[in-house]
């Protein structure tokens, strides 16, 4: 048994992921690699997402996914993908097989994620 006084209840701030409706957008962040031809990137990840939103167990079937390009990181250009779920629940097995399928998808079209790179210059201390 677990007691919660009133005072932290009050004090609390609590999302209710239900209300007003259950179904919720899901956020998927990926990044390509620098060379990837962004046009091409957009174009395969929302074919993948499409099928997912359309069989997948959860998924609003009649969503169109969409990706928003927002950061140029370390090693990628960064972008987030978003599905939608019929419940909060559902939006871990629809990420589950959106991320297996966009990897097969990227490498069936040669798609890099890279990982981070550093480069380093060695230079004699003098100069």
Excluded at 32 to 37: G, L, N, R
Excluded at 40 to 47: A, D, R
Excluded at 88 to 99: G, M, N, S
Aim: with cysteine; net charge positive; charged share 25%.
């Amino acid at each position: 048994m677990v007691i919660v006084p009133n005072s932290k209840i009050a004090s609390t701030t609590i999302t209710n992921d239900s209300l007003p409706v259950p179904e919720m957008s899901v956020v998927v962040q990926c990044g390509v690699a620098y060379t990837s031809d962004l046009e091409k990137v957009e174009k395969v990840t929302i074919e993948t997402a499409k099928k997912i939103q359309k069989n997948v167990q959860g998924a609003v079937k009649d969503f169109e996914p969409f990706i928003r390009y927002h950061t140029f990181g370390d090693s990628n250009i960064n972008f987030s993908i978003i599905l939608r779920v019929q419940t909060f629940v559902d939006k871990y097995l629809v990420t589950h097989e959106f991320i297996k399928s966009l990897k097969k998808s990227y490498d069936k079209e040669r798609i890099e994620i890279s990982w981070p790179v550093r480069k380093i210059y060695y230079g004699n201390a003098d100069s």
